[in-house]
């Protein structure tokens, strides 16, 4: 095998569709574009969501909604999945590593601990935001909650 017996596959290079080569090609006269109309014309590009006059999709769908710019979500983690975790794995410690390696957050999450559950452990926690409730019951065993930088 060399490069003079090379071949692409079969089926993958088409001809070219040579348009407007007078009427014995099959492509002459309109050269397939039709009829009169601006879609015939050489130069037309269509304008993005025209729909030939018709009330465009994106202007028929009403608005609804506000996303505000600066707001901040959180991905919520219960006390009862802390007491779990600690069981599960015997760790005191816990940081934002050790819930994306456990797959409770991603690494561009903000994890706020909530405090649904019961903790019977002794676990300091680092989180980016605690309730309340989440962090008096974690000082009630004995632990720590530390604040990540937002």
């Known amino acids: 095998m060399d ?3 090379l071949k ?3 089926g993958s290079v ?3 569709k040579r348009v407007g080569r007078g009427q014995g090609s099959g492509r002459g006269g309109t050269s397939t574009r039709g009829h ?3 879609q015939s014309r050489s130069g037309y590009s269509s304008k993005v969501g025209f729909e030939g006059g018709q009330m465009p999709l994106q202007r028929r769908v009403p608005k609804f909604g506000f996303k505000p710019l600066n707001h901040l979500t959180y991905n919520g983690i219960n006390l009862d999945v ?3 975790l600690a069981e599960k794995h015997g760790v005191t410690d816990m940081d934002l590593n050790f819930f994306f390696e456990h797959g409770l957050a991603s690494k561009n999450d ?4 909530l405090g649904r559950g019961e903790l019977k452990s002794k676990v300091n926690v ?3 935001a605690f309730s309340a409730a989440a962090k008096s019951a974690i000082e009630a065993q004995g632990g720590t ?3 990540a930088s937002k």
């Open 36 to 38: 009169k109309g601006a």
């Open 110 to 113: 903000k994890v706020k601990v």
């Open 126 to 128: 680092t989180a980016h």
């Open 145 to 147: 909650t530390t604040e």
């Open 14 to 16: 088409k001809t070219r």
């Open 3 to 5: 490069l003079s017996n």
């Open 8 to 10: 692409p596959a079969k």
């Open 82 to 84: 802390i007491q779990n």
